[in-house]
């Protein structure tokens, strides 16, 4: 088993660096000149005189080798450089705003697995009854409908015409309600279909008729045999759709004032801050690797099979 962790997680350093070679490469390709937009943001002239100290300043007037190894020397110090607009350093304004991304992650994750879990079991179990019914509509609704009208659709009707909750902002957990609802409707879409279609191909299998006939309770197969393996596929899907989440958040955030990362990358967009951007897409990198990671090591723990697997593959 420990063998197959570090495997997986040496695994990780190829895929970061790929990502970095390749974000790197479309600055460079693209159309903004690092020091240019630097001076527009600070409403400098860019002279020639000005732009040539600030591409020094900057090192892109040294070989572009050069410049992608000092990258990413400076990524693994966490240092990416000084924000355009702020002139504070990113990661210490991404230390800020971070925590705040995470919350609304992980409550939507959290709220997605508690509706999704129970629906669609029990969908699966009484099939073709009013709760199946729900749980379809549910996650066609949740499948169909865009995150942002979605959340525009939950501010009119309980912030702006019930007055019940917050309209934007983070501060109470009355903040959060919204923002998670927005943010887990499509995961609860998502794994409410795969788990009612898990538990039915699961009480097909032999396993269940013999743990029948030998007499054990239909609760305990339920809950101790049918949903541990059927629940495996959606803690894999976790992981997949980890940048579906993150990118959800960017809207999420923006159409509730969410002070979050996903919302400073936006502002960061409008107003070139290449530094910001850098440090967002390499976050999020390594925070889906790291996501699928921890995916995996729990799926190990559920089924040790994949690390007998793995070595008898190898």
């Not at 695994?11 to 020091?35: E, H, N, R, T, W």
């Not at 897409?281 to 990671?293: A, D, P, S, W």
């Amino acid at each position: 088993m420990g063998i197959y962790i570090g495997k997986r997680i040496l695994s990780i350093i190829p895929i970061v660096l790929f990502a970095s070679f390749l974000m790197f490469v479309m600055i460079k390709m693209g159309p903004v000149d690092p020091a240019e937009a630097y001076l527009a943001a600070a409403h400098i002239h860019p002279d020639d005189e000005v732009l040539a100290a600030k591409r020094h300043e900057f090192g892109l007037d040294k070989p572009l080798v050069v410049q992608y190894i000092d990258s990413v020397i400076k990524m693994c110090r966490l240092d990416f450089g000084m924000s355009y607009i702020t002139n504070e350093p990113v990661w210490k304004e991404v230390a800020m705003k971070l925590p705040a991304t995470l919350q609304l992650a992980f409550s939507s994750i959290i709220l997605a697995f508690l509706v999704s879990v129970p629906l669609g079991f029990l969908s699966a179990i009484y099939k073709n009854s009013m709760i199946d019914y729900v749980g379809r509509a549910l996650a066609y609704v949740g499948a169909c409908i865009p995150i942002f009208w979605l959340g525009y659709l939950l501010v009119y009707f309980f912030s702006v015409k019930l007055d019940w909750l917050p309209v934007e902002g983070r501060g109470s957990w009355q903040h959060l309600v919204l923002p998670s609802v927005t943010l887990a409707l499509w995961l609860i879409a998502i794994y409410t279909r795969l788990l009612r279609t898990t538990v039915l191909e699961e009480l097909q299998e032999s396993y269940v008729r013999y743990a029948r006939t030998r007499g054990i309770q239909e609760r305990v197969i339920m809950f101790k045999y049918v949903l541990k393996v059927a629940i495996q596929p959606m803690i894999t899907g976790l992981g997949m759709h980890m940048g579906k989440l993150i990118t959800g958040a960017v809207i999420v955030e923006q159409v509730f004032s969410w002070p979050g990362f996903g919302r400073y990358f936006l502002q960061s967009i409008v107003n070139r801050d290449i530094p910001v951007i850098q440090c967002y897409v390499l976050l999020t990198v390594c925070i889906v690797v790291g996501c699928n990671l921890l995916v995996d090591l729990l799926q190990l723990y559920m089924d040790p099979r994949i690390s007998r697997k793995g070595r008898a593959d190898q």
